[in-house]
């Protein structure tokens, strides 16, 4: 992105945002700080509260326009067919959402809308985690950093970059497929990527295998470990800051 005013110095989630940062926009200082998003993640207990035997997937929409209906018509078709409806999906709209009405949840079977949204806040993340915690994969689009708060639960997840025809919207495979820090995602096998409505109902299949693999977390987590390591410090973001500025 530009800037309207060019810094002295820029802040870095990690590594690899930090090796865009400078090769774009060839700042003087470039430093690691970390997010405080993540630092609540560090000692978090949070007991399951779900108490049926269905799998439960975690479906957080997105702020942009994107064909949601059709998406979720489609998966709950593959678990119809595929997982004899032993799936349960959690259908989270986006905070800031432009969809203002969700009757068609209930229409769309192995679907429930996910209560406790309105009550999300950009500042208490603890909502986020208690989901997350209380389900065994997410489904999200490729830009939303809720697919890092699953990967450090170990949890899989399935990226949805899906256009639809006569969309004439928002562009989603192009943009997606062209933004720099977002191409790390790519070719993952604990990161599932849908660029269209043709491979979507094949990468639902592989996805819900893995929630049900007993070894999904023994085979990914080393990975998913060092991707995370390189996108996320573990710096705590405060003290850097104020380490920073008394340099």
Known sequence: KPFLIFPDAMGCWGSQTKKIASKIHKIPMIYISGTPRFNKFQNIKIKNNFKNNNKKILFVGSRFYMYEIEVLKIISNVISKNFNNNFTILYRPHPYTMVKNFDFINNIKNVKFEKSWKNFSSINKENNLKLLKSTDGLISVM?????????????????????????????????????????????????????????????????????????????????????????????????TIQDFTKN
């Open 143 to 239: 830009v939303s950093t809720m697919m890092l708060e699953a990967l450090h639960f170990y949890m899989p997840v399935l990226a949805l970059s899906t256009n639809f025809k006569n969309q004439g919207i928002y562009d989603w495979e192009l943009n997606h497929k062209n933004l720099l820090h977002l191409r790390c995602t790519f070719n993952k096998n604990f990161i599932l990527n849908s660029c269209s409505t043709i491979n979507l109902e094949k990468k639902c299949k592989v996805f819900f295998k893995n929630i049900l693999d007993k070894n999904y977390k023994k085979k990914n987590s080393m990975q998913i470990y060092k991707f995370l390591n390189d996108i996320i410090s573990k710096s705590r973001y405060y003290e």
